[in-house]
């Protein structure tokens, strides 16, 4: 389904990515993990256009997409819970739920969505009404993923959706990614938090430094005497 | 009632206030008391002032970019539309009042006069706006900048609209003519923000990535709302210079762009009402310090109201250190917040009102609340 081959990505004269190839096939989740300023985010925006890559292609179901404008993903299926969650802080719940299904016409349609985010995340029906930057973190985050399946994508984008929130919403973060994929939804999840991440995935892909330095299936990476040590901490 | 019979039986009374109004200042005034010409100046200048606060917000308040340079674009409404007034005007509103009088003459001359302001200001919006807001970040403020003082530049070495010496232009404009198209800016401005283009003009100020990512063209609805708000600059122009009737370019000095955004800062970026509010306060306070009597600085005699300058800084000091998101903020001054007064689902924070506390123990009831609960 997204296929990076040999991209490489700079910041002026500073390389951020060298060479990394990788792919998501539908219906997988795939993660990649990395330590802080490993290019997770980077990888990310080359994909969904705000970066234009020096080097290497990026196809989405066989389409060129490196370099194209960001908004026009959405169209395509591609969605994205940006780093830091990009909640639009002085809207309500429901309207930046509204935001998210923008591209979209159906009143009806929308409707449906919107209950379905609120099933999804009981916390926003509560709050359907407050501005965005009234809520907690983990509310916000809920509400960056909710608005992100708003506009019903088949690729969903996730960056570091754990982030600084505690266990216990860190938790209902991924049961929410796990209800995600069985409804048919392939996600790519970036994360530092390596422990959740490789339980809640299929395949993994190990960033450091900009370049992917392992991958496999998540159960066998998270057995990996390597990975324990650099990223559980055992 | 439907709407539509309610929004033309408002804009019909409206109209009739304004005339009202308009007939009370002209010279005899009606019933006798007429308004003298100074108050009805002050009055005239606010309506201009509150078309150029209101449309600046679009774009600086609702849409979060940063132009600094209305004054450019009023000048371009103001000298396009004088330029065809002054050659082109005497000549149309003879030969139209031969056929239909002369007062529907003037009006259908001066209806041109602001379509070519408005249209002139919107393409140069359209080419200062589309290399400038393709990036993001503050390019704009330093392009707008430069453009409104490379207009006035230009505009004081072209003889043809005076140049240096000025410029005399008929008076077309008055009181109906600038209250009115005061309203229709309020009006047009409110529509939009309420739209769907309007959210997504709040969203580009909320979070410009996150926008683009929801499969807003950005760039295109940053141009969009720029050239809007420069064409109703031009309008603003347009009405000032006929009602002036006389253009010098000291009209539109860096100064001028500045007042308008101190209306904005002052009343709220983001709210219409507030702009209002900004374009009355800042258009009359002048006129207030102009009253005190002058006072003695270092052996020469100042007015106050050539502090206004100073004023105006200390008056957005104070702001900034007092109330940052203006008096009115995001929100719009009318009655409904009382009604909408938020209340609060029960054991919900914002975010950062308890900083350090995990989420996880903030959500659940601690010890001690608990403990207090039992006790009561
Ligand atoms: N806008 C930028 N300009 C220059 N360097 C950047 C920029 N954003 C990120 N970097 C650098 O690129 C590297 C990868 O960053 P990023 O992709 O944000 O890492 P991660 O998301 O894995 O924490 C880091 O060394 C970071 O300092
Ligand atoms: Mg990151």
Same mark, same amino acid.
């Given at each position: ?234 | ?106 009006? =259908? ?45 230009? =505009? ?19 009181? =109906? ?200």
């Amino acid at each position: 389904m997204l296929v990076l081959e040999n991209v490489s990505v700079n910041y002026g004269a500073i390389e951020a990515l060298t060479s990394i190839s990788m792919r998501v096939e539908k219906g997988e989740v795939v993660t990649l993990i990395g330590a802080n300023g490993a290019g997770k985010t980077t990888t990310l925006r080359t994909i969904t256009g705000l970066l234009e890559p020096r080097e290497g292609r990026v196809t989405f179901e066989g389409e060129e997409i490196g370099g194209k404008p960001t908004h026009k993903l959405v169209a395509r299926g591609i969605s994205m819970s940006p780093e830091g969650r990009g909640v639009f802080a002085n809207l309500t719940v429901r309207e930046n739920l509204q935001m998210g299904a923008y591209l979209k016409k159906n009143k009806r349609e929308i409707a449906k969505d919107m209950e379905r985010a609120f099933t999804m995340f009981p916390r926003l029906k509560e709050r359907e009404s407050q501005k965005a930057g009234t809520l907690s973190g983990g509310e916000q985050q809920m509400l960056a993923i909710g608005r992100a399946l708003m506009s019903r994508p088949r690729l969903l984008l996730l960056d570091e959706p754990s982030l600084g929130l505690a266990p216990l919403v860190v938790h209902t973060i991924f049961e929410a990614i796990d209800e995600i994929r069985s409804e048919g939804t392939t996600i790519l999840l970036v994360e530092q938090n390596a422990h959740a991440a490789l339980k809640h995935s299929d395949r993994a892909y190990v960033l450091e430094t900009g370049q992917i330095v392992m991958e496999g299936p998540s159960k066998d990476l998270a057995a990996d005497p390597r990975i324990k040590e650099a990223y559980l901490g055992e | 009632m439907p709407t539509f019979v309610k929004r033309i039986v408002g804009a019909v009374v409206i109209i009739l206030l304004l005339y009202f109004v308009y007939m009370m200042m002209s010279e005899e005034g009606l019933f006798g008391f007429g308004i003298g010409a100074y108050p009805a100046d002050v009055l005239m200048l606010i309506f201009v002032n509150i078309i150029l606060a209101v449309s600046l917000n679009l774009i600086n308040g609702f849409t979060g970019q940063f132009s600094i340079g209305h004054a450019g674009f009023m000048a371009i409404g103001a000298y396009t539309s004088a330029y065809t007034t002054v050659y082109h005007g005497q000549h149309l509103e003879r030969w139209l009042a031969a056929s239909i009088g002369e007062t529907p003459a003037i009006a =259908i001359v001066f209806l041109i006069a602001i379509l070519v302001g408005a249209l002139a200001a919107a393409t140069m919006g359209l080419i200062v706006g589309i290399p400038s807001l393709r990036l993001r970040g503050d390019y704009l403020a330093i392009v707008t900048l430069g453009f409104a003082e490379i207009i006035r530049i230009v =505009i004081l070495n072209i003889d043809v609209v005076g140049g240096a010496t000025g410029f005399s232009v008929p008076g077309y404009s008055n009181f =109906i003519w600038v209250g009115g198209f005061a309203i229709i800016t309020i009006i047009v401005i409110r529509n939009i923000v309420r739209s769907d283009m309007g959210r997504a003009l709040i969203s580009i100020r909320e979070d410009e990535l996150a926008s683009e990512a929801m499969g807003i063209n950005t760039t295109r609805y940053k141009v969009i709302a720029f050239v809007i708000s420069s064409s109703f600059a031009g309008v603003a122009g347009v009405l000032f210079a006929h009602y002036k009737k006389f253009l010098h370019t000291n009209d539109f000095q860096f100064i001028r762009s500045f007042e308008v955004i101190i209306m904005i800062v002052l009343g709220g970026m983001g709210s219409i009402t507030g702009s209002i509010l900004g374009a009355i306060v800042i258009t009359v306070l002048p006129e207030l310090l102009r009253q005190l009597p002058t006072i003695n600085l270092f052996g020469s005699t100042v007015n106050f109201a050539d502090l206004r300058l100073v004023i105006y800084a200390l008056l957005l000091i104070g702001i900034i250190l007092t109330r940052p998101q203006g008096v009115l903020g995001h929100h719009e001054f009318g009655l409904n917040w009382l009604k909408r007064a938020q209340k609060r689902p029960e054991g919900d924070e914002p975010i950062g009102a308890s900083k350090g506390v995990p989420i996880a123990e903030r959500d659940a009831p601690t010890a001690d609340s608990a403990k207090e609960a039992k006790n009561q």
